[in-house]
């Protein structure tokens, strides 16, 4: 996939609007302890699988960073390390979607979209282990709860596998984003 339209104020609009949706869906969330079940994610693996992972990247760290802000949590000693993990999601889809699109292989679309919530996931317990220790709180929760948040990052990435192409779809017929040409 990629995007037709490259000129600098449509990209901008694009990154904007999904911007917007990460921190909308951030707001939308369900906490539990040692959890977060959200489907803040989705614009994100969006943009990464159309624009690639640079443009992911973008609303990765933007996304999360005011998401942070908005939050409970606020700017802590610790908020880049929260950022990172959305960043591996678009590093994985955007570059993994460059090899082969949406469309081309279901079944390397299915195993991107885990992978990239396997990484989440993995790197969430590291940073909630590291920010156990430096902001000094029992991090003993991440070992324990790591099994459900699997399970949680499993059902929005099925999610994500789902919705994507049926949001992909429509932009294609609009001809705002193709198909990559064989190379």
Same mark, same amino acid.
């Given at each position: 996939?990629?995007?037709?339209?490259?000129?600098?104020?449509?990209?901008?609009?694009?990154?904007?609007?999904?911007?917007?949706?990460?921190?909308?869906?951030?707001?939308?969330?369900?906490?539990?302890?040692?959890?977060?079940?959200?489907?803040?994610?989705?614009?994100?693996?969006?943009?990464?699988?159309?624009?690639?992972?640079?443009?992911?990247?973008?609303?990765?760290?933007?996304?999360?960073?005011?998401?942070? &802000?908005t939050?409970?949590?606020? #700017? /802590?000693?610790?908020? !880049?390390?929260?950022i990172?993990?959305? =960043?591996?999601?678009? $590093? *994985?889809?955007?570059?993994?979607?460059?090899?082969?699109?949406?469309?081309?292989?279901?079944?390397?679309?299915?195993?991107?979209?885990?992978?990239?919530?396997?990484?989440?996931?993995?790197?969430?317990?590291?940073?909630?282990?590291?920010?156990?220790?430096?902001?000094?709180?029992?991090?003993? &929760?991440?070992?324990?709860?790591? #099994? /459900?948040?699997?399970? !949680?990052?499993?059902?929005?990435?099925? =999610?994500?596998i789902? $919705? *994507?192409?049926?949001?992909?779809?429509?932009?294609?017929?609009?001809?705002?984003?193709?198909?990559?040409?064989?190379?």
């Open positions: 996939m990629r995007l037709v339209n490259k000129r600098p104020v449509f990209r901008i609009t694009f990154l904007a609007l999904n911007l917007a949706l990460y921190i909308g869906l951030s707001f939308i969330s369900i906490r539990l302890p040692g959890q977060e079940i959200t489907f803040k994610g989705l614009p994100l693996v969006f943009v990464s699988c159309v624009s690639g992972p640079l443009d992911g990247v973008f609303v990765a760290i933007f996304g999360e960073f005011i998401a942070q &802000l939050s409970a949590y606020g #700017l /802590t000693p610790t908020t !880049a390390l929260w990172l993990p959305h =960043v591996f999601r678009a $590093l *994985i889809v955007g570059f993994m979607m460059r090899k082969k699109d949406v469309y081309e292989n279901k079944k390397w679309w299915v195993f991107t979209v885990i992978l990239s919530g396997i990484a989440v996931t993995v790197s969430n317990s590291i940073v909630i282990y590291v920010d156990g220790v430096i902001m000094n709180y029992p991090s003993v &929760l991440t070992a324990i709860t790591m #099994l /459900t948040r699997a399970a !949680a990052s499993i059902a929005t990435s099925i =999610v994500y789902i $919705l *994507i192409p049926l949001l992909i779809k429509p932009i294609m017929k609009a001809g705002k984003i193709e198909r990559k040409s064989s190379d």
